[in-house]
């Protein structure tokens, strides 16, 4: 009897690992739901024919509009690529570096505003918003405490590929 039960139990994991990712609420198995998730997401609009380290390398056909393909958002910090719904909201903007807000379900966007990038971070001079951080000592540090005799230069580094 054991045996049929082990042979039971590695036929479910197989048959369990078989579905695809994306699934509609009809296919999905025993009930599973999969969560929206409502925020922005920053990147640049690629043609789905473009993978992440062809967009990461910055290559030439991320950009070019190809029959058949879909826009698509690729993050550069995570280095993700998130399909687009609708495609309107994208269309015009390929090659394009936008923020895009809405609702995540799966590996889709449900877009329901995008803007392009016009500048990132803050202006020339323009003060830092207050902020607290963890020095490598494990020390709280904030803008006032790192304030010297002279004003602090301060570098936010957003990514980098180490």
């Known amino acids: 009897m054991k045996s049929y039960n ?7 994991f197989s048959i369990g ?3 695809p990712q994306e699934l509609t609420a009809q296919d999905r198995p025993f009930g599973v739901d999969t969560m929206k998730t409502s925020g922005s997401w ?33 993050d550069d910090t995570t280095r993700q690529i998130f399909d ?6 994208a269309a015009g ?9 809405g609702a995540l379900e799966g590996n889709t966007i449900e877009v329901s505003f ?4 016009t500048s990132i ?4 001079g323009q003060k830092a918003p207050a902020f607290s951080a963890r020095d490598q000592f494990g020390r709280e540090q904030t803008l006032e405490s790192l304030n010297g005799p002279h004003g ?7 990514s980098a590929d180490w």
């Not at 024919?49 to 030439?60: I, L």
């Not at 995008?114 to 990038?117: C, P």
């Open 17 to 19: 690992t078989g579905f």
């Open 114 to 117: 995008l803007e392009r990038l």
């Open 152 to 158: 602090t230069i301060l570098l936010f580094f957003r």
């Open 84 to 89: 687009l719904e609708p495609q309107t909201q």
């Open 6 to 12: 082990y042979l039971f139990v590695v036929l479910l």
């Open 42 to 74: 920053s990147g640049v609009i690629i043609n789905s024919g473009c993978t992440a380290d062809e967009a990461f390398a910055e290559a030439a056909k991320c950009t070019d509009n190809l029959r058949g393909t879909r826009l698509v958002l690729y």
């Open 121 to 124: 971070g803050l202006s020339p």
């Open 93 to 101: 903007h390929l090659g394009d570096a936008v923020t895009v807000r």
